[in-house]
């Protein structure tokens, strides 16, 4: 019962925000239309579903991490304790990552520009949100362990290896 709950919030809240922003604005942005601007798309198509699967996969991984933990990624129900599993041992944003490389994927899929300019939009501003709200919360909630993770571990590139926290243990 300790993690059902958490799971539950962080179902609904993975339908709500990174179902409005990485399908529902997409599919308004090009109604799932399969444009063919360049020859030889058919690769880039590929390619485009291969991202989204890549995109999809540090996504749904990292709302299990915050259930596991007994919260969820929503700022109503955080966790108690620095999620530093998963993906978030190698990138601290791998939710934004991976739906920016989701929607870059969709991008090629459908052959629409438009979808590259809303990526980058998103991009910005979720790195804004990070910068202004997310990183400063956090430092106040767990103080030194959010500091010595932040300088350890790239906002939007991942390190090549997992992060291994002194005195870190995982919570679960």
Do not use: C
């Amino acid at each position: 019962m300790r993690r059902f709950k958490p799971a539950i919030g962080s179902a609904v809240f993975f339908v709500v925000a990174p179902g409005t922003f990485a399908v529902l604005l997409p599919w308004l942005i090009t109604g799932w239309r399969l444009d063919t601007p360049l020859p030889g798309w058919i690769a880039a198509r590929v390619i485009g579903v291969l991202l989204i699967l890549v995109g999809a996969i540090p996504l749904v991984h990292a709302f299990v991490q915050f259930a596991r933990a007994g919260g969820t990624p929503a700022p109503v129900a955080p966790t108690r304790h620095l999620v530093v599993s998963g993906f978030n041992r190698y990138l601290r944003n791998p939710m934004y990552a991976g739906i920016t490389v989701a929607l870059l994927g969709q991008a090629l899929l459908f052959g629409q520009l438009g979808l590259v300019l809303y990526a980058a939009a998103f991009w910005a501003v979720t790195a804004a949100f990070v910068h202004w709200y997310e990183e400063p919360t956090l430092r106040r909630q767990f103080g030194a362990e959010y500091e010595a993770y932040r300088r350890q571990v790239p906002a939007w590139w991942p390190r090549r290896t997992p992060v291994v926290l002194p005195g870190w243990t995982d919570p679960r």
